[in-house]
């Protein structure tokens, strides 16, 4: 190999040691960059308020027994009568108030071996529900059932039937502002971790709205509603 040969391959080599240090350079200057870009913090936000339901659904079922399959059904619809007036004398509306069929039993029909023959034959239980957006009248009637007990009407309940039940239908209505406030008081936190951290905070590398959930406030006010919301927020930050 000339001289010249030889010259020209050093100063190549050269060249190219410069160049890959160079793009090494730029390669682990654009990773340190990307990896400052890519700081962030996540947090969330809360909304939480209380509202008053709109509808309940009150079911009020009695029993009532005989040995006379007529008589019984002559009692079921007096009792039913009684609980009828007694309830739209106290401002609830007749198209409010439904009823089911009752439910007879005939206790000759399930005597097994030596089971002591029951005291009467038929048992019936029937079921007025009502269904109602007057909260408030409701549950004042409910508060006087004492009176239509004294009328010898015998009430039932106690299982998952016969539970009262509290509807919030307004959701959609309040989604939009809670969503908001738990999106802000993300931000808030954000900034308060940017600011204890010297960091700045960027803008959102993500977003997620967790799912609403609808409680009673408490067992005691189940009429009163507990709405909630969490919103989850990623912020990018920088230096």
Known sequence: MT???KSNAIVL?????IALSSLGYLLGDAAIRFKEYERAVT???LSEREYSADIVIWPIQFSTASNDLEEMYRSIDANTEKIKSF???AGVNADEISYSLPAI???SAQQYGNQAKSEFRYTASQTVTVYSENINVVRDVMGNM????KQGIVFTG???QSQTEYIFTRLNQVKPEMIEEATRKAREVAEKFAADSKSTLGKIKSASQGQFSISARDKNNPHIKKVRVVS???YYLSD
């Open 3 to 5: 001289e010249s040969n």
């Open 13 to 17: 080599g050269v060249c190219l040691i």
């Open 43 to 45: 947090v969330k936000g």
């Open 87 to 89: 309830l739209e004398s």
């Open 105 to 107: 039993t005939d206790k």
């Open 146 to 149: 004492s009176d239509l007990g």
């Open 158 to 160: 106690g299982d998952y």
């Open 232 to 234: 989850t927020v990623a």
